[in-house]
C-alpha cells in the first residue's frame, strides 16, 4: 500500500480536543478563564501580536533607568591653597588656563574654585571663578593677590568684577 495525505490514519491519542474556556466553574475553566487575574493579558485584545508585544517591551521593560543624580547647576572643580602653594613659583599667575595644562583639574562648565586647605605661603596672582572667605584672606596674608571672574549674567542682571590687591 503507497502511503499518500489522503489514505494517512492519525495515531490513536495524537489528536487533542480544544480546550473550552468560559463555560462556568464546574467545567473548571470558569471565573476567569484561564486569563489569571486582571491585567493586560487578562482583558480582551490583551494579547497583541509580535510587534505591538516587542514595542511594548522595549518603552517599559528594556529601557534602562537613568542612573546617578543629573544636578542643573553645572559642576565646579576644586583646588586647594596647599596645591598652588606647590605647583607655582612665587609671583606667578595663576589661572583656569595654566591649572589644565599641568593636570591639576579638568575643564569644567562651572568654572572652579579656590579653598582655604592648607597653607600658601607664597606672593601669587589668583584667578578663579569662586573663592571661600578663608582663602581670600590667605591669599591677602601671604601677599598675593585674588581676582575673582565673573559668572556668565542672566538676562537683565549687569556682570560685576571683583578684585583684592
Not at 34 to 58: E, M, T
Not at 68 to 89: D, M, Q, W
Not at 137 to 163: D, H, M, T, Y
Request: hydrophobic share 30%; proline share 3%; aromatic share 6%.
Amino acid at each position: 500500500m503507497i502511503y499518500s495525505l489522503d489514505n494517512i490514519k492519525r495515531p490513536s491519542g495524537n489528536k487533542r480536543r480544544k480546550k473550552r474556556v468560559g463555560r462556568g466553574n464546574a467545567s473548571g475553566k470558569g471565573t476567569f478563564a484561564g486569563r489569571g487575574l486582571k491585567g493586560q493579558r487578562a482583558r480582551s485584545g490583551g494579547r497583541q501580536g509580535i510587534k505591538k508585544r516587542a514595542a511594548f517591551q522595549q518603552l517599559f521593560i528594556r529601557t534602562p533607568k537613568s542612573r546617578g543624580f543629573n544636578r542643573e547647576s553645572p559642576e565646579i572643580a576644586t583646588i586647594n591653597l596647599s596645591v598652588l602653594g606647590e605647583n607655582f613659583k612665587e609671583g606667578e599667575v595663576v589661572n583656569s588656563k595654566f591649572l589644565i595644562e599641568r593636570g591639576l583639574i579638568r575643564k569644567t562648565r562651572g568654572g572652579y574654585k579656590v579653598l582655604a586647605h592648607g597653607k600658601i605661603g607664597k606672593k601669587l596672582e589668583v584667578t578663579a571663578n569662586y573663592f571661600s572667605t578663608a582663602a581670600k584672606k590667605a591669599i591677602k596674608e601671604a601677599g598675593g593677590k585674588w581676582i575673582l571672574i565673573p559668572r556668565k549674567p542672566k538676562n537683565g542682571e549687569k556682570s560685576k568684577v571683583k578684585s583684592a590687591k
